[in-house]
Each structure stands twice: as structure tokens, then as C-alpha cells.
């Protein structure tokens, strides 16, 4: 395997191409023409995980924070301050970074951790929008069934919790093939008429291009009739935080030593002690700050993140859904775990995967 379609790979699994506008995520340094053997991952890229990549023989390190945040106008490097990004280009260390691909996603780096918290009936806090389509094929009847099949193979009509969703009814296609045709059925300058099936099934868009691909290749058609819609469905699958119901419900300050127990935290920030139990919760891992007005809005009782400015603690002192800041690197403690559980799945039995350090520690707090 090369290191292309190991990228290809991820790619498919994780809507990298849809949150490239805000965040840099992908191949940020390598040779897409190497071989690809071993795949290890960290929580980001150092030194210390440069040089442990290149003495375990790692073809590809996937980390989780992107090593090129912002715009660089240089790479340098020396002894005494090595630069990670250079020295891991001179030992032809590939780095992809998954960032908020992985974020994004259903049993992604959110999920994960309100299902460690307990929550319950879990869904985004802000789904996706513009990031749907509904695609349309028309297929002889005899194929409907195989061409549908490959479809969803491929990644179309996932809808939530349910699979290989479809609408099909049937009709009847007409064509005249012409002269420079080799046509599946009919005759070249005869009008023919054929049972078809129309089959409609909803494919996000970073899945399109392999569902397009699976299609083709299992049509009977030498030229395949299909529509293409955009939706403006909001993307149920896809999306930034996740909301979800606690049950039993818990008063405030129990449900924020649990918070405290389960990242290991030795203490947190917030904006009150509500005198209400906690009965909906939000959160946003990370720097989610952004989405505390979703979290107001969807009733949340509670909304955690990491990486609140003063002035934003104060502005939420007045409001009913409690602020909680549980440090941007405690709501990503489990991630790399994560990772390595979703990487290991995605590439098991083609590559050796592996993880430099699965556990991410707490900074020192003096």
C-alpha cells in the first residue's frame, strides 16, 4: 500500500475535504508515492514522538493536532531547537494530521467522550449544513438490487443510526443507441424500451466520488443515467459537539466531581453552581466555546469545553446553562485511545497499525 491510498483511505472514513476551510488537516508532510507498512498515531507532533516514530520504522504518524496551524514563512531547524516538521521531512516521516475530521464524525472525539460521561441519546449540538446530496440512478431491474448493494458498500444511505437506506420505484427508460454504442440490451438506431428501477439514496459529500466510482462499477450500462442533488438537510451524521440526556439525572455539583473523576482533573472552572440538576448536557472537546449559544439554546443544563476566556466566564455568570471549563487538553484526553481504536479498525489486516503513547497526560498544574 502507498501512502496515497492509505490517505484515500482516511479520507473516506473522515470528511477531511470538509473541514480543510477552517483547519488544516491531511498530508501535511510527505511522499504520497512511499510505501505504506506501518501506521502509528500521537496527540501531536514533537520531538520526542519524532524521533520514537523513526526508531519504530513508522511509515505514516497520524496525529491528532495539525504540526501547521498557522501560516509558516519558513522551516529551520538546529541542535538545540529542532524543528519536529524538518527532521521528520528528513527521515521521510509521513504526517497526517486528523484534527476536527475526526471531530466531526458520529463515533468521533465527542461521541466518545459524552458516552464515557454516561450521556445518553446522543446527538450533534451543531450538525453539518451543505454537506448532502441525494443521488438518483436509474438501473435495469434485473441489476437494481446489486447496483443499490454497492451503493451503500460504498458509504450512501447512512441516515443516523440506520444503513443502506433507499427509495426505489419502478418505470420505464427509453434510449436509441447510436452507432458508436455497445449497448447492454438493444440495438443501435431502434428505439428500445426497458423495466428500470429508479433508486434515490442520500451520500455525504466526502463519500460522493468512491460512491459515483462503486456504482459505475457494477452497472450494466455502457453510459449510466443518475441525478444529483445538493440538500439543504442539516447532516445528521456530521457535526461540531454533541447534546445528550443524563440519566438518572444529577445535581450540579455531583455531576461535576464525576466530570472531575473521569478526565482526571484536579479541579475545574466554572461560571456558577446551578441549584438545578443536570438533566441535558453539552459539550464541545477542545476550544468549543464558540458553540455555548447552541448549548443555551438546545436547553442544555450544563455545556463543557475548554480554553474559556475571562470575560466569557463572566458574561455566562447570569445564564441558566452552566459554563464549564475542563481544560482544552482534559476534554481530549482519551483521543489518542481513540484514534488508535478507529485507525487500527479502518486498517486491519492491510497495514500494521500501532500508538505512540495512548494516553494522554494532564499538564502539570503548579
Same mark, same amino acid.
Given at each position: 500500500?502507498?501512502?496515497?491510498?492509505?490517505? #484515500?483511505?482516511?479520507?473516506?472514513?473522515?470528511?477531511?475535504?470538509?473541514?480543510?476551510?477552517?483547519?488544516?488537516?491531511?498530508?501535511?508532510?510527505?511522499?504520497?508515492?512511499?510505501?505504506?507498512?506501518?501506521? $502509528?498515531?500521537?496527540?501531536?507532533?514533537?520531538? !520526542?514522538?519524532?524521533?520514537?516514530?523513526?526508531?519504530?520504522?513508522?511509515?505514516?504518524?497520524?496525529?491528532?493536532?495539525?504540526? /501547521?496551524?498557522?501560516?509558516?514563512?519558513?522551516?529551520?531547524?538546529?541542535? $538545540?531547537?529542532?524543528?519536529?516538521?524538518?527532521?521528520?521531512?528528513?527521515?521521510?516521516? !509521513?504526517?497526517?494530521?486528523?484534527?476536527?475530521?475526526?471531530? =466531526?464524525?458520529?463515533? *468521533?472525539? #465527542?461521541?466518545?467522550?459524552?458516552?464515557?460521561?454516561?450521556?445518553?441519546? /446522543?446527538?450533534?449540538?451543531?450538525?453539518?449544513?451543505?454537506?448532502?446530496?441525494?443521488?438518483? =440512478?436509474?438501473?435495469?431491474?434485473?441489476?437494481?438490487?446489486?447496483?443499490?448493494?454497492?451503493?451503500?458498500?460504498?458509504?450512501? @444511505?447512512?441516515? @443516523?443510526?440506520?444503513?443502506?437506506?433507499?427509495?426505489?420505484?419502478?418505470?420505464?427508460?427509453?434510449?436509441?443507441?447510436?452507432? $458508436?454504442?455497445?449497448?447492454?440490451?438493444?440495438?443501435? @438506431?431502434?428505439?428500445?424500451?426497458?423495466? %428500470?428501477?429508479?433508486?434515490?439514496?442520500?451520500?455525504?459529500?466526502?463519500?460522493?466520488? &468512491?460512491?459515483?466510482?462503486?456504482?459505475?462499477?457494477?452497472?450494466?450500462?455502457? %453510459?449510466?443515467?443518475?441525478?444529483?442533488?445538493? /440538500?439543504?438537510?442539516?447532516?445528521? #451524521?456530521? *457535526?461540531?459537539?454533541?447534546?445528550?440526556? /443524563?440519566?438518572?439525572?444529577?445535581?450540579?455539583?455531583?455531576?461535576?466531581?464525576?466530570?472531575?473523576?473521569?478526565?482526571?482533573?484536579?479541579?475545574?472552572?466554572?461560571?456558577?453552581?446551578?441549584?438545578?440538576?443536570?438533566?441535558?448536557?453539552?459539550?464541545?472537546? @477542545?476550544? *468549543?466555546?464558540?458553540?455555548?449559544?447552541?448549548?443555551?439554546? $438546545?436547553?442544555?443544563?450544563?455545556?463543557?469545553?475548554?480554553?474559556?476566556?475571562?470575560?466569557?466566564?463572566?458574561?455566562?455568570?447570569?445564564?441558566?446553562?452552566?459554563?464549564?471549563?475542563?481544560?482544552?487538553? *482534559?476534554?481530549?484526553?482519551?483521543?489518542?485511545?481513540?484514534?488508535?481504536?478507529?485507525?487500527?479498525?479502518?486498517?486491519? &489486516?492491510?497495514?500494521?497499525?500501532?500508538?505512540?503513547?495512548?494516553?494522554?497526560?494532564?499538564?502539570?498544574?503548579?
Amino acid at each position: 500500500m502507498t501512502i496515497r491510498e492509505a490517505v #484515500n483511505i482516511i479520507a473516506a472514513r473522515f470528511p477531511v475535504e470538509l473541514v480543510t476551510d477552517h483547519d488544516n488537516v491531511g498530508l501535511i508532510v510527505g511522499n504520497y508515492d512511499d510505501e505504506c507498512k506501518k501506521i $502509528s498515531m500521537a496527540y501531536e507532533l514533537n520531538e !520526542n514522538v519524532v524521533n520514537e516514530a523513526v526508531k519504530r520504522q513508522v511509515d505514516l504518524l497520524i496525529t491528532y493536532h495539525t504540526p /501547521l496551524f498557522r501560516p509558516a514563512k519558513s522551516f529551520t531547524t538546529s541542535t $538545540s531547537h529542532p524543528n519536529p516538521l524538518v527532521e521528520a521531512a528528513r527521515s521521510r516521516l !509521513n504526517i497526517f494530521a486528523i484534527h476536527t475530521a475526526l471531530d =466531526v464524525v458520529r463515533d *468521533g472525539l #465527542n461521541f466518545d467522550l459524552a458516552a464515557r460521561l454516561g450521556m445518553k441519546h /446522543l446527538r450533534f449540538l451543531s450538525p453539518l449544513k451543505d454537506t448532502l446530496y441525494k443521488l438518483v =440512478v436509474f438501473a435495469p431491474e434485473t441489476h437494481a438490487d446489486q447496483v443499490r448493494h454497492a451503493m451503500a458498500q460504498a458509504g450512501a @444511505g447512512k441516515i @443516523g443510526n440506520y444503513l443502506e437506506c433507499s427509495f426505489s420505484v419502478n418505470g420505464v427508460g427509453t434510449f436509441v443507441p447510436n452507432d $458508436s454504442a455497445s449497448p447492454f440490451v438493444g440495438e443501435s @438506431g431502434k428505439l428500445d424500451h426497458v423495466e %428500470e428501477t429508479k433508486i434515490e439514496m442520500v451520500v455525504e459529500k466526502h463519500r460522493l466520488r &468512491g460512491v459515483l466510482n462503486a456504482m459505475s462499477a457494477v452497472h450494466p450500462y455502457e %453510459e449510466v443515467a443518475y441525478d444529483l442533488y445538493p /440538500l439543504k438537510n442539516e447532516a445528521v #451524521n456530521l *457535526g461540531f459537539g454533541v447534546m445528550g440526556d /443524563l440519566e438518572p439525572p444529577l445535581a450540579t455539583k455531583d455531576f461535576l466531581s464525576h466530570l472531575k473523576e473521569t478526565l482526571e482533573l484536579e479541579f475545574l472552572k466554572v461560571s456558577n453552581i446551578s441549584d438545578r440538576d443536570v438533566r441535558k448536557v453539552a459539550l464541545c472537546a @477542545g476550544s *468549543g466555546y464558540t458553540f455555548y449559544n447552541d448549548a443555551i439554546r $438546545s436547553g442544555a443544563d450544563i455545556f463543557i469545553t475548554g480554553d474559556v476566556k475571562h470575560h466569557d466566564f463572566r458574561e455566562a455568570k447570569s445564564c441558566p446553562t452552566v459554563l464549564v471549563d475542563a481544560t482544552h487538553q *482534559g476534554t481530549e484526553r482519551f483521543v489518542t485511545e481513540l484514534m488508535y481504536r478507529l485507525i487500527e479498525k479502518l486498517f486491519k &489486516g492491510k497495514v500494521e497499525v500501532e500508538s505512540i503513547g495512548q494516553r494522554l497526560e494532564n499538564a502539570l498544574v503548579f
